[in-house]
DNA sequence: ACCTCACTGTTTATGGCGTACACAATGTAT
DNA sequence: ATACATTGTGTACGCCATAAACAGTGAGGT
């Protein structure tokens, strides 16, 4: 794969952020690849996904596609952006990054004005309520229901691939609720980073799960039933066997609401410390020099006695 | 991958935990054959190794492999077994699971009692101070450093390897740490399996952009520099725009030690909650029966006033 | 000594993959 | 009408895993 060389490196970009041509005539085009594509994927992973395949569904020679596409990887850049722009659950008109739904060919929804210069990519309608934490929930549940949808998304490796409009869309969302919280750009950054790889993980599992059921037919529990020799084994580890006798692998934990849930309760926990240190660090409420903290008690507003007499008398006499 | 079937299914099994035959003879050999392997994989990468060259490596045809080996996937089964035995650190002797180190073909370290009639993987050597947080930091910060060493193992996808005798070992010995902290067993499961995760998808991470990296020639900036075309149609998202100026991924945190803190962070949050629940649901201190948690306050010791006061008659005159 | 047989390595072949390259058909601009 | 850009096709190369048939080699039994 990826052994094409990049003789024009800008078509990448070009292709997922150039206005959409989508010429009704026959015959082929990127949008009819792209669909073919997804469809193609939805069904077989990934790793069924092949040029061969695509161009056979759409009734082409495989060497045709490429007269539209520079090769597999930038379709499946392509692909990623297309879904990403399906609106997860209720149809959200434009946000405040000029937009307008990308999903091409037709937008399904009501056309709302059109700007259409430039695409955005679709943003969420509003901060629609709730703290960080309840919209950077929705964030991580809306990705884990778009995988379970598209369940490739989770298989697209590497970090070479350009974002598009609705990639970027999503990523700017996300880093905006992070950002609310006050947390330093690198933090902000790195958690955002966190929780989308902790959703890819999890979704990766499934799939694997549903993939190897798939191509060997034969399910999770029977495949291992079949290594049967290798549990007889596992008798003289004993956190191992009091775990299995305690039917810890009987009634399993929904691994992806368990890990969220660590997941956000430790960033919750770094925003408290953060607001504390701030507040520590804070400066005098009169003169504006830094405060030191105390060991314990409430912080301190005032850097020193006479600061704090002088705050006083203003407020008496003003 | 994967195409063959599966005409003896203990294979896989035996070949991971059967006494190791290591034969001085030349020609072929499973171990020479894993070792050739890791080399390889830790060269090129998992995707990377092919059978041809492990063979050519070995000066071999391709098919004389399958004279030991049912096929790829077996083989990265072994090789994940024979790396998870290398000693992290400072070298470890026995530990209780009758322990041994399984390298095979020379064990390299001191020889202590031998128990040699079945393998049961490299186990730590001790409980080695500090608490579960500790440990179980101790056990991700190996994981990682495996994975830096031998890059590949992050890439060995898919749920069904057989686990041989060392990755068990590790797998026991997070079992036991997260489960001296009381949690129920559905939970340290999931605990010891979000942090295996999490390290994997760490690992993964770096694995890419060095991959990308070797096959490309081009350093991951100097590739994103050549996208130039991309970055000037990001200044309309403002979040994106604002951390971009404040520096933020000029000075990126650490993601591996910022995830794990937030986990870590999130898993002792757990702790600490079922530890306050059981408090809760204690019993009552004379009668015995369960206490109905108050809605705020300090948890009630005694399941009513009549208990109460006999405690407190009992403690003035026993 | 001879035959048998298991073990080990080789040769050949099949079907899959991405894509480079030369060629043909078609519609548009000059 | 001619030149040209666009689009689709056919062939070919090098890579992959592995199935199947074949060949050499040494051990055991007769």
Redesign the pocket.
Known sequence: ?????AKDPDRGVRLLWGETEHDPRP??SLVRIVRAAIELADEEGLAG?????VAERLG?????L???IP???QLVDLMRDEVMGERPAAPAAAGRAAGEPVPSEEPLGESGEHVADERAGRVRAEPSGGGWRARLETCAREGWELRRRHPWLAEVRGTRHIPGPNVIAHYEYMLSVVADTGLPPGEVIAVVGLIGRFVDAEALLLVEVAQAERHSGVSEQEWWGTQGSLFERLDRYPTLSRLWEAGGWDHPEDSFEFGLARLLDGVELLIQQRDETRDENALCKECGTPVDRAPSGRPRAYCSRACQQRAYRKRRSP
Do not use: A
């Not at 794969?1 to 060389?5: A, D, E, L």
């Not at 082409?60 to 045709?64: E, G």
């Open positions: 794969m990826t052994r094409g060389k015959g082929l996904l092949s040029m061969r395949k082409f020679t495989t060497m045709s490429y007269r539209h090769g597999r990887d």
